[in-house]
């Protein structure tokens, strides 16, 4: 009976609603309380990658349920036009979405450290941090343009 109240209850629709509300606070922590306590306990532990699992694997179970078969969609890599009819499917769209969220939060709390690690000022991580989960790639080049004054060094790697 419970199974039943929860599936009903988390639709697509409602996974998807959780998930960007719920990203919300993080990324404001990682902005303005970098240092914080939550921060460590949210970003740094295997908390939000467990969190970002189970709604991966519950999503996957429903399409398992769907009898899809899964192995037809690796045709993505043929070109655009199957990758569009793959987000046809409001799950897969959704996997694809909790990726998008997961990579951005990754990539947002290495930045939060970096910054911390190199003393930049918090306006310029925060910028950096908000191009990131807008635009993901050009946020991460914005900051690694800013991180070279402070590190006072060029690196391709760390």
Known sequence: FMLTQIYTYFTIE?????LNFGVIPIWLVLIFFPNS???KI???SIFL???FGLIYVYIFYQLMLLNEDILDY????SGLDE???LFTNELFLLIFWIHFLAINLFLGSWVSRDA?????PKIFSAISLILIYFTGPIGLIVYWILRIFFAKKISLYD
């Open 83 to 85: 990758l569009a009819d």
């Open 49 to 51: 990658p467990l969190i």
């Open 14 to 18: 409602t996974i998807y609603l959780w």
């Open 116 to 120: 911390l690690k190199y003393n930049m």
């Open 37 to 39: 306590k939550l921060n």
């Open 42 to 44: 949210f970003l740094t």
């Open 74 to 77: 690796l045709n993505i890599y």
